[in-house]
């Protein structure tokens, strides 16, 4: 009797093909992952392109200050500070991410990596803030329980990660640094949720601006000062 060949057919071929490229795309990035120098050269690109960020957050700061010097520390003054300093944090901390790694006790390798994290949600819960000041009062209706919600939610926000740190400094689990990263997780999808509410009602105000320019212009004037 003759051997039984299988025949292949072009889908098989293509599934082949397909796991053939993936497994080889997975090995690359094996190799990646081990090798220091990657590793570097990402740690350095990610700090040219934080400390962008951080420059131009500065640079803007500093008209804004030249323009209105009167006005003191602004809304606006106040979020280009955060982002400069989030990013200039995020860019020395990418900078001399191999010295921060030998830090001793590791829970200061935390407070390094996790502190800029923690002002970052401060910094989009303060454009959050601005906004829903300026849609509150485009509509006449009153925003005095804003700004100490947004201090209540930063207070809580601050208190939970410091007890979590102080916890890890006390006995370094790997639980809890899971835990940690998962608040910090959770309260980045509390900022993002609050950015898309109200960044899409201001959208759509600036869509029907025609209706109400005055009124938006002079609520934007009187939210202007922090």
């Not at 002002?119 to 000041?133: G, K, R």
């Amino acid at each position: 009797m003759g051997r039984a060949e299988m025949v292949v057919g072009p889908s098989e071929k293509a599934v082949a093909v397909v796991a053939y490229h993936v497994n080889d795309t997975i090995n690359w990035w094996d190799d990646v992952n081990r090798s220091l120098d990657w590793q570097n050269r990402i740690f350095h690109v990610l700090a040219v392109l934080y400390g962008v960020v951080a420059v131009v957050a500065l640079v803007q700061l500093i008209r804004i200050q030249m323009r209105v010097p009167e006005y003191g520390w602004t809304t606006q003054k106040v979020f280009h500070f955060l982002n400069f300093f989030v990013n200039g944090v995020r860019s020395l901390v990418f900078t001399f991410r191999r010295d921060v790694q030998k830090l001793q006790p590791e829970i200061v390798q935390h407070i390094m990596l996790d502190m800029p994290s923690l002002t970052f949600f401060t910094t989009y819960a303060l454009l959050v803030l601005f906004w829903a000041e300026i849609y509150y009062q485009a509509r006449a209706v009153s925003t005095d329980g804003l700004r100490p919600s947004f201090f209540t939610i930063n207070g809580v926000v601050y208190a939970i990660q410091i007890i979590l740190w102080l916890i890890m400094w006390w006995k370094p689990i790997r639980v809890l640094v899971i835990l940690s990263k998962m608040f910090f997780a959770g309260v980045s999808l509390f900022a993002a949720l609050g950015f898309l509410l109200y960044g899409g009602r201001m959208g759509i105000n600036q869509a029907h601006k025609h209706k109400s320019s005055t009124c938006f212009y002079h609520s934007y004037k009187g939210c202007f000062i922090f």
